[in-house]
Protein backbone atom coordinates (compact mmCIF):
# COMPACT_ATOMS: atom_id res chain seq x y z
CA UNK A 1 0.00 0.00 0.00
CA UNK A 2 1.37 3.26 -0.73
CA UNK A 3 1.41 6.15 1.60
CA UNK A 4 2.93 9.56 1.67
CA UNK A 5 3.78 11.48 4.72
CA UNK A 6 4.53 14.99 4.69
CA UNK A 7 6.32 16.91 7.16
CA UNK A 8 8.41 19.91 7.98
CA UNK A 9 5.64 22.78 7.59
CA UNK A 10 4.77 25.18 10.18
CA UNK A 11 4.98 29.27 10.82
CA UNK A 12 7.68 32.02 8.82
CA UNK A 13 7.60 35.29 8.58
CA UNK A 14 7.50 36.73 4.74
CA UNK A 15 11.03 36.25 3.41
CA UNK A 16 11.85 33.21 5.31
CA UNK A 17 12.34 29.71 4.02
CA UNK A 18 10.85 26.18 4.95
CA UNK A 19 11.66 22.48 3.64
CA UNK A 20 8.97 20.16 3.00
CA UNK A 21 9.47 16.48 3.42
CA UNK A 22 7.26 13.85 1.70
CA UNK A 23 8.32 10.14 2.85
CA UNK A 24 6.77 7.53 0.85
CA UNK A 25 6.22 3.88 1.83
CA UNK A 26 7.62 2.59 -1.42
CA UNK A 27 10.83 3.58 -3.29
CA UNK A 28 10.09 6.66 -5.34
CA UNK A 29 11.44 5.48 -8.42
CA UNK A 30 7.55 3.30 -8.54
CA UNK A 31 6.10 6.54 -9.43
CA UNK A 32 5.48 7.94 -12.73
CA UNK A 33 5.20 11.69 -11.00
CA UNK A 34 5.18 12.80 -7.55
CA UNK A 35 4.73 16.59 -6.79
CA UNK A 36 3.35 19.05 -3.95
CA UNK A 37 -0.12 20.70 -4.55
CA UNK A 38 -1.60 23.30 -1.94
CA UNK A 39 -4.88 24.48 -1.06
CA UNK A 40 -6.34 27.55 0.92
CA UNK A 41 -10.05 27.35 2.56
CA UNK A 42 -12.81 27.74 0.08
CA UNK A 43 -10.75 27.09 -3.21
CA UNK A 44 -9.32 24.34 -5.38
CA UNK A 45 -6.21 22.17 -4.16
CA UNK A 46 -3.41 23.07 -7.16
CA UNK A 47 -0.56 22.33 -8.07
CA UNK A 48 2.42 23.80 -6.73
CA UNK A 49 5.56 21.80 -8.45
CA UNK A 50 5.84 18.63 -9.59
CA UNK A 51 8.80 16.06 -10.72
CA UNK A 52 8.28 13.30 -13.16
CA UNK A 53 10.15 10.17 -14.83
CA UNK A 54 13.46 11.34 -16.64
CA UNK A 55 13.76 14.17 -14.52
CA UNK A 56 11.26 16.76 -15.70
CA UNK A 57 9.98 19.37 -13.10
CA UNK A 58 6.80 21.79 -13.58
CA UNK A 59 6.52 24.44 -11.24
CA UNK A 60 3.02 26.82 -11.18
CA UNK A 61 4.17 30.43 -12.22
CA UNK A 62 3.71 31.77 -8.36
CA UNK A 63 6.17 30.07 -7.32
CA UNK A 64 9.61 29.78 -9.99
CA UNK A 65 12.43 31.16 -8.83
CA UNK A 66 11.53 30.55 -5.19
CA UNK A 67 10.48 27.08 -4.77
CA UNK A 68 12.58 24.02 -5.78
CA UNK A 69 11.34 20.56 -6.03
CA UNK A 70 14.14 17.29 -5.40
CA UNK A 71 14.13 13.90 -4.93
CA UNK A 72 16.00 11.50 -2.69
CA UNK A 73 15.30 7.88 -4.65
CA UNK A 74 17.41 6.21 -1.45
CA UNK A 75 15.51 7.68 1.21
CA UNK A 76 12.04 7.51 -0.81
CA UNK A 77 11.53 10.99 -0.24
CA UNK A 78 10.53 14.36 -2.11
CA UNK A 79 11.41 17.41 -0.84
CA UNK A 80 9.93 21.24 -1.51
CA UNK A 81 12.25 23.78 -0.52
CA UNK A 82 10.56 27.20 -0.23
CA UNK A 83 12.58 30.20 -0.34
CA UNK A 84 11.66 33.95 -0.38
CA UNK A 85 7.90 33.01 1.17
CA UNK A 86 5.30 35.54 0.72
CA UNK A 87 1.50 35.45 2.90
CA UNK A 88 0.13 34.05 -0.20
CA UNK A 89 2.14 30.85 0.37
CA UNK A 90 -0.19 30.04 3.40
CA UNK A 91 -1.96 27.24 2.88
CA UNK A 92 -1.81 23.36 3.46
CA UNK A 93 0.45 21.55 1.64
CA UNK A 94 0.17 18.26 0.44
CA UNK A 95 1.79 15.45 -1.43
CA UNK A 96 0.32 13.37 -3.90
CA UNK A 97 1.90 10.93 -6.58
CA UNK A 98 0.80 8.55 -9.71
CA UNK A 99 2.69 5.39 -9.34
CA UNK A 100 3.46 3.81 -12.68
CA UNK A 101 1.82 0.71 -12.75
CA UNK A 102 -1.94 2.66 -11.92
CA UNK A 103 -4.10 5.90 -12.83
CA UNK A 104 -4.71 6.47 -9.20
CA UNK A 105 -3.92 9.86 -7.37
CA UNK A 106 -2.21 8.94 -3.83
CA UNK A 107 -2.27 11.78 -1.52
CA UNK A 108 -0.75 12.76 2.02
CA UNK A 109 -2.42 14.16 4.84
CA UNK A 110 -0.91 17.63 4.52
CA UNK A 111 0.95 20.10 6.29
CA UNK A 112 0.34 23.54 7.20
CA UNK A 113 2.44 26.76 6.32
CA UNK A 114 1.93 29.61 7.50
CA UNK A 115 3.80 33.10 6.48
CA UNK A 116 3.06 35.95 8.47
CA UNK A 117 3.53 39.83 7.23
Known amino acids: QVQLVESGGGLVQAGGSLRLSCASS????????IGWYRQVPGKERVSVAV???????NYADSVKGRFTISRDNNKHTVYLQMNSLKPEDTAVYYC???????????WGQGTQVTVSS
Open 96 to 106: NAHTTWDTRAY
Open 26 to 33: ISTFNFAD
Open 51 to 57: TSTGGRT
